[in-house]
Nanobody, 120 residues
Framework: VQLQASGGGLVQAGGSLRLSCAGS??????MAWFRQAPGKQREFVGG????????VYADSVKGRFTISRDKAKRMVYLQMNSLKAEDTAVYYC????????????????WGQGTLVTVSS
């Protein structure tokens, strides 16, 4: 199974962008978004469970980002609003068998990443 993230680009601060990830849709799996800014470690952004659509977000994006899924299309989306310069990063989608966790090592399948650049 391979994941495919897309939708990155250049946006002004305060703007919006939606990322997409073609996932597996596997039962009992969780999909998550991570990001890695230049010179920084990869960090958890948020996640969603395929079965119930339960979501978890990092404090830094809570209230601004929304994760959703389309089970029929096997797609997961990251809607990013009120973007800030500090949201600039390469965004990755990943999945794991089980519940959402913030631990990077728990995710075994990763997409290739898509670059989001927020200009201030």
């Amino acid at each position: 199974v391979q994941l495919q993230a897309s939708g990155g680009g250049l946006v002004q601060a305060g703007g919006s962008l939606r990322l997409s990830c073609a996932g597996s849709g596997r039962t009992n799996y969780a999909m998550a978004w991570f990001r890695q800014a230049p010179g920084k470690q990869r960090e958890f952004v948020g996640g969603i469970t395929w079965n119930w659509g339960t979501t978890v977000y990092a404090d830094s994006v809570k209230g601004r980002f929304t994760i959703s899924r389309d089970k029929a299309k096997r797609m997961v989306y990251l809607q990013m609003n009120s973007l800030k310069a500090e949201d600039t990063a390469v965004y990755y989608c990943a999945d794991r068998n089980g519940d959402i966790t913030t631990r990077i090592s728990e995710y075994k399948t990763w997409g290739q990443g898509t670059l989001v650049t927020v200009s201030s």
